[in-house]
Every structure is written in C-alpha cells, then in structure tokens.
C-alpha cells in the first residue's frame, strides 16, 4: 500500500486560508468515507483533528475544517494562527482493512 | 485521564528481537481497537497493525507482515508489539494509540518509545 500524496509543504500568513491535499486511489481515499487528519508539532505525538472526511472532534477549533473530492481529501486552515505550525498527515481505510498515511505537510505560519 | 504509556524500545541489532509493551490506564482497555504507528527519524507517520478488542480481527502492514506479532492482554491493560527479525529500517519511534471508532480514528497516543536496529 503505498502512501497518499500530500504536498511537502505550505505556508499562509496569519489570518490567511491554507489547504491540504491528500490524493490517494479507488482502493482507499475514494471508496470510503474514513479520512482523518493529524497534527504533529515537532517532537510530540500525532492530535487528532478530523475524522470521517469532516467532522471534528471535541475541542478542536472550528477553523479546521475537512472535505473530500473523488479520490482527494483536503484539510483547510482558516484564520491560519501562529500555533497551527505543525506538520499535518492524513490517513485513509483502505480496502484491505488496513490504514495508510499520507506524505505529511509541514505547514509554515509566515 | 486516558494514558498510554510504551516501553521496551532500546537498540538491537539486525536480525534480533524486541517486544514493545503499551500499559492503559483511565479507559475500559477491553472497549477498543488498539493500533502501533512508527515514525522513522525525520520521517513520516506509518500505521504498524491494529487488533480489535477482543483480538478477534487482527492485521498488518506489509512492512512488517510475517516478522511482527501484535497481541494485547485485557484482564492486565496491556498491548504489545513483539518484533521479530528486525531490519535498519525498523528503526523508529513506535506509538501505541487508541482506535475511538474501530474506523482507525486515534484519539489517543502514547509518548512513543524508540527503536534502534544496528550493528
């Protein structure tokens, strides 16, 4: 199973709009509904911010927001804030009943 | 509070064996699906395998498929990684998280304990 792509990286001042992708294939992102994002700030363990394509788990601020396309899911930052820097993953069901993430994005408050 | 705590992570060289240990505490253990996700230094996050709660569905990512065994212990609220044959490329942070859904959605992560294969 190979990983989902995501761009390397991605930057947006404060206040801005950033966008994630995360393409996979029919045997994974496009089938299924079961797309979650992660985020990692360097040297901490993954945090949980979306799950089922777009819905949000408690606590996590309403600016992160997810969606999906076809064999494409994203992840968009509003109000892109200084502590939204971290590296981001996403991860997808896949057919074989197994999990795979993506490349990871490191995102950049300029 | 949810806790996930790992052990047994240390250097080993190529071709040994380790076994990873991960202790729950302030959750009903039996409840969940419980995952191991390894990051290889400066690398990316890679789902290891999942077993179900009361290890009925188990599974594997091809990486590690034939040289990895997970098993978990309820009555001690335990999950554990026993890691057989091991490569360079083994070489990793391994975290044990919790699966809230059984859909691999992980709301809980342990601190991770690190692995070194090398001579």
């Known amino acids: 199973q190979s990983a989902l792509t995501q761009p390397p990286s991605v930057s947006g001042s404060p206040g801005q709009s950033v966008t994630i992708s995360c393409t996979g294939t029919s045997s994974d992102v496009g089938s299924y509904n079961r797309v979650s994002w992660y985020q990692q700030p360097p040297g901490t363990a993954p945090k949980l911010m979306i799950y089922e394509v777009s819905n949000r788990p408690s606590g996590v601020p309403d600016r992160f927001s997810g969606s999906k396309s076809g064999n494409t899911a994203s992840l968009t930052i509003s109000g892109l804030q200084a502590e939204d820097e971290a590296d981001y993953y996403c991860?997808?069901?896949?057919?074989?009943?197994?999990?795979?993430f993506g490349t990871g994005t490191k995102v950049t408050v300029l | 509070e949810v806790q996930l705590v790992e052990s047994g992570g240390g250097l080993v060289k190529p071709g040994g064996s380790l076994r990873l240990s991960c202790a729950a505490s302030?959750?009903?253990?039996?409840?969940?699906?419980m995952n191991w996700v390894r990051q290889a230094p400066g690398k990316g996050l890679e789902w290891v395998s999942s077993i179900s709660s009361s290890s009925s569905y188990i599974y594997y990512a091809d990486s590690v498929k034939g040289r990895f065994t997970i098993s978990r212990d309820n009555a001690k609220n335990s999950l554990y990684l026993q890691m057989n044959s091991l490569r360079a490329e083994d070489t990793a942070v391994y975290y044990c998280?919790?699966?809230?859904?059984?859909?691999?959605?992980?709301?809980?992560w342990g601190q991770g304990t690190l692995v070194t294969v090398s001579s």
């Open positions: 302030g959750f009903t253990f039996s409840s969940y699906s």
């Open positions: 998280a919790r699966d809230v859904s059984s859909w691999y959605y992980f709301d809980y």
């Open positions: 991860s997808s069901y896949t057919s074989s009943s197994t999990l795979v």
